[in-house]
């Protein structure tokens, strides 16, 4: 098991959700954990030392690594939280709309990672921990573009896995179903989801359905266990999934389903 004392972390939309309480639960462990958000409270009286950092921004991400590294000399792990979403369906969905939403869910981790990697390499290893979706494995309707954002972080995270393997980086997903978080509160629907009668009656549907499970929904606690968990692991897996067993069976189903009988029980559990 790897050591705790002293290791730097640096936990990407750590203000909020499965982010704060990454940062939150290392902190509490041992970990000096460096919470980055775009702007820093005024209250810095917290285990976890906030920093500002904008990750749709090239200098803000610069500048906020190089100081954790001014400060620190090194940065054992990231634990890449920061994302947003939009709602609508494909057709709905504008260009400008499709680029905001890659923008941070695939490009901000894409510029954390390459502005953290040199230090590692540099210190002979770490950790990369990009937090992915169960939407990263299947396309879920009305949230193509988010979808495409995580499925693109996959294949992202699986080259950079390769590339970095002998360099002692351990580049890790992680596939949370639904948690409690502010992504549910911060969610924007595109423009014209309201103008096309094409699709509203089964958005709407859809709409309301996401909204009662992801009430129901547990705390994110569980993922921030399993990232101290691969922290502390030597040879921590590519995958893990987290979250309510009755999303997480799509994974499994998804893989040993004829395409045709998963597409029916996936649209049967949706209600659509």
Avoid: W
Avoid at 129 to 157: C, D, H, Q, R, W
Avoid at 201 to 213: C, G, L, R
């Amino acid at each position: 098991m790897a050591e705790t004392a002293g290791k730097i972390v640096l936990v990407t939309g750590a203000s909020s959700g499965i982010g704060k309480a990454c940062a939150d639960h290392l902190a509490a462990r041992g970990f000096r954990v460096f919470g980055a958000q775009r702007r820093v409270p005024s209250d810095m009286s917290g285990i976890v030392e906030m920093i500002a950092m904008d990750v749709n921004d090239d200098s803000s991400v610069a500048h906020g690594v190089q100081t954790i590294l001014e400060q620190t000399g090194r940065i054992d792990a990231v634990v890449n939280c920061a994302g947003n979403a939009y709602m609508g369906a494909v057709e709905d969905t504008s260009i400008d709309e499709a680029k905001a939403q890659l923008e941070t869910n695939f490009f901000g981790v894409l510029r954390v990672c390459r502005a953290v990697l040199p230090a590692m390499r540099k210190q002979g290893g770490g950790y990369v921990v990009n937090i992915s979706s169960l939407a990263g494995v299947l396309g879920l309707p009305f949230s193509g573009l988010y979808s495409a954002s995580k499925f693109a972080l996959e294949g992202m995270t699986e080259s950079l896995r390769l590339e970095t393997r002998r360099r002692g980086i351990k580049v890790v997903l992680i596939e949370p179903g639904d948690f409690r978080s502010q992504l549910a509160a911060t969610r924007r629907t595109v423009a014209d989801a309201d103008t096309n009668d094409a699709y509203q009656p089964a958005f709407a549907k859809f709409k309301a359905q996401q909204e009662k499970d992801e009430a129901g929904a547990p705390t994110p606690e569980p993922v921030a266990a399993l990232v101290e968990r691969i922290l502390r692991s030597r040879s921590p897996k590519l995958r893990y999934s987290v979250g309510m067993i009755g999303q997480r069976i799509v994974v499994p189903l998804k893989r040993l389903l004829p395409q045709s009988l998963f597409e029916r029980v996936l649209a049967l559990a949706l209600g659509l």
